[in-house]
């Protein structure tokens, strides 16, 4: 059955303004202390992964009393916070991941920036966070890419990430929504998510602790979810392996997703499967491009169910081909090894995964047909 969109999908499709329209919606406050030009040099021939930052950030804050006020482009650096501030305590957060992308002709664009919008106002929901209207987020984004338009870097693999994020601000011990929040979006000149390039990953998947569960905030982008994976991931790294895979909590035996990426089982038949949005796993900008890019070129996509131990006796037996899992930072990469106390199977490579990273990146830098629309040019 085709996929039907959803609300995050429909919302990303609305028709955005020009970036000239929205630009100076937040006021710019020009920096006395730009970053000279050794250490700009220093850091843009070195990309790490959310390393280093650039000059500016956006800042907003929210009052229970006025909404959204002080609409900023400031020069970037540490905030004041009161050691009672809510979010120390409570962690009520939110956050995004989007890219700023350089084409070939140097002009600078970004991937679907209403579905992170919408994205953002939706995990705010779950944890009672002001919504920001898409407006301002789109202002945000245009303001401050503009501003740090030297920090998009030009190599292959690199971009500009994009780190907006929303806590309570509020100092306050009590146990309530906080009556103030802080939105800001931070810029890290990244190079490719991975230090190994285009390498399998090896995924241990986790029975014992899992990242969500029914009722949680498992489809909400924020820092709690993160937390709880943390100590499974740890534990993993130190048996050799890069990710782990986390299952359903209610019983342990379908697969939800990686501590931040989806999943994605590429069949014998052609076919390609994801974990259904269960309420669990994030649903992800990679994952639902993805899944409408396939089904356009009249791959056969199912978002079901989908049983480890499916999985694990298809790769025995030859009916899963491929696996991988997507996320904006790393966009995709294959998985080479899935491993748990009863099991331990290689996963072959295969020709789905590359097609479709080379799909989307080609999309992204302006070098395949943008047929459904998903760039918006920043400056
Ligand atoms: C952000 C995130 C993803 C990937 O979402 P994209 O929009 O594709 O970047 C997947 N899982 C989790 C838990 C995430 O936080």
Redesign the pocket.
């Known amino acids: 059955m085709a996929h039907e969109l959803t609300e995050l999908e429909r919302e990303s499709a609305e028709p955005i303004p020009d970036a000239d329209e929205l630009a100076g919606g937040f006021e710019l406050v020009v920096s006395d202390h730009l970053k000279s030009d050794a250490d700009y040099q220093a850091q843009m021939s070195n990309l790490g992964f959310g390393v280093d930052y650039s000059d500016y950030m956006a800042h907003a804050t929210w009052h229970a009393d006025g909404g959204w006020t002080r609409k900023v482009i400031e020069p970037y650096g540490p905030l004041a916070l009161d050691p009672g501030t809510a979010v120390l305590h409570y962690g009520q957060e939110i956050f995004e991941?989007?890219k700023a992308y350089r084409h070939d002709d140097g002009s600078i664009w970004t991937f679907r920036p209403l579905?992170?919008s919408a994205?953002l106002n939706r995990s705010g929901r779950r944890l009672a966070i002001p919504a920001l209207p898409a407006r301002d987020f789109m202002e945000s984004i245009v303001g401050l890419v503009r501003a740090d338009a030297r920090w998009v870097p030009q190599q292959e693999g690199a971009s500009l990430y994009l780190r907006p994020f929303t806590f309570a601000s509020e100092s306050f011990l009590g146990v309530r929504a906080a009556s103030r929040y802080e939105y800001l979006v931070m810029a890290s000149p990244s190079g490719p998510y991975f230090e190994h390039g285009f390498q399998p990953i090896e995924v241990w998947v986790e029975k014992t602790y899992h990242?969500a569960g029914p009722g949680g905030m498992g489809d909400a982008?924020t820092g709690g979810?993160?937390a709880s994976s943390l100590l499974p991931k740890v534990t993993a790294h130190d048996e050799g392996f890069d990710e782990v895979m986390f299952l359903d909590a209610r019983t342990a035996t379908t697969i939800d997703?990686?501590?931040?990426?989806?999943v994605f089982v590429v069949m014998s038949d052609g076919s390609v499967k994801t974990p259904a949005l269960n309420g669990n796993?994030?649903?992800?900008?990679?994952?639902?491009s993805i899944i409408q890019l396939l089904e356009s070129e009249g791959v056969s996509v199912s978002e079901v169910p989908i049983a480890i131990a499916d999985v694990v006796a298809g790769l025995k037996n030859g009916t899963v081909t491929e696996m991988f899992a997507?996320?904006?930072?790393a966009v995709v990469t294959a998985i080479g090894r899935l491993a748990s106390d009863d099991f331990d199977v290689t996963v072959p490579a295969g020709p789905m995964t590359k097609r479709i990273y080379d799909e989307i990146t080609n999309i992204q830098l302006g070098r395949a047909e943008d047929k459904f629309g998903w760039c918006y040019r920043l400056a």
């Open positions: 991941g989007l579905y992170n994205r990242r982008k979810n993160y997703e990686l501590g931040g990426m989806n796993i994030l649903p992800g900008c990679t994952r639902s997507c996320g904006t930072a």
